[in-house]
């Protein structure tokens, strides 16, 4: 997504910065992605906080993001980038993928979390559906933050509302027949595309939905969005 919010083209060209400790790993990566059609690789950094200074210079469109770096690790890196730069989404890519890593990585506002034996078709189409404004959610994942959300009480959640409470269902009881028949699509790891297909509606229509849905349930990315709504299941 662009700066001002706007849907990409479909022409459009996704900017990329990769970010890793390992040179071997992060060159590798970026000369993959340097040839794929549509993908311009605008930089590369060795640890956190060369990747801030990296974004906030190159104005990446996705950031792929390692997580155990030196001086600064992918985390914090990830919440600085995300919350200065609206229109760069982050990647994660990792070797690690504990209940703890996950739902940091995640409440800093990562757009998805890929492991770093994912198929490289896996790495692309994930770039590729976060900068049309999707997330990537892998079942696998998504059953690791709900456990951690559970574990979590009300009160020790970072960046939780305060009317949010665990017995009250308010903020879903807010949602129309139509947002929660999108909310549970969404939760399973559907795109806006194949929401559109199933509902029978324009995609545009349905990222409008999601919109207000994230509005609604408070959610600062569509990957917690999915896990809020996996949480009350």
């Known amino acids: 997504m662009t700066e001002s919010g706007s849907q990409p083209g479909p022409d459009a060209r996704i900017r990329v910065l990769v970010v890793d400790d390992q040179p071997l790993i992060r060159r590798g990566l970026a000369v993959m992605l340097a040839t794929e059609p549509g993908i311009d690789v605008v930089g590369q950094a060795a640890d956190g906080e060369e990747a801030i200074q990296a974004a906030r210079r190159e104005r990446p469109d996705v950031v792929l993001m390692d997580l155990h770096m030196p001086r600064l ?76 959300f559970r574990r979590l009480p009300v009160a020790a959640a970072p960046d939780r509302v305060p009317e949010e409470k665990d017995d009250e269902p308010a903020s879903l009881d807010a949602l129309t027949a139509r947002e929660e028949r999108i909310l549970a699509l969404i939760a399973e790891g559907k795109s806006n595309r194949e929401i559109a297909k199933t509902v ?34």
């Open 73 to 148: 690790g992918g985390i914090a890196a990830t919440r600085a980038i995300t919350g200065q730069l609206a229109g760069t989404q982050v990647v994660v890519l990792t070797t690690f993928d504990t209940d703890e890593l996950v739902f940091e990585a995640i409440r800093a506002g990562a757009q998805a979390y890929l492991l770093k034996d994912a198929h490289e078709s896996e790495v692309l189409d994930t770039i590729r559906a976060v900068h049309r404004g999707e997330s990537r959610l892998a079942p696998n994942i998504a059953r690791k933050v709900m456990e951690e």
């Open 200 to 233: 029978f509606l324009a995609e545009g229509t349905v990222k409008n939905y999601v919109s207000r849905i994230m509005e609604k349930l408070h959610a600062r990315t569509r990957t917690e969005l999915a896990v809020k709504a996996l949480r009350v299941k």
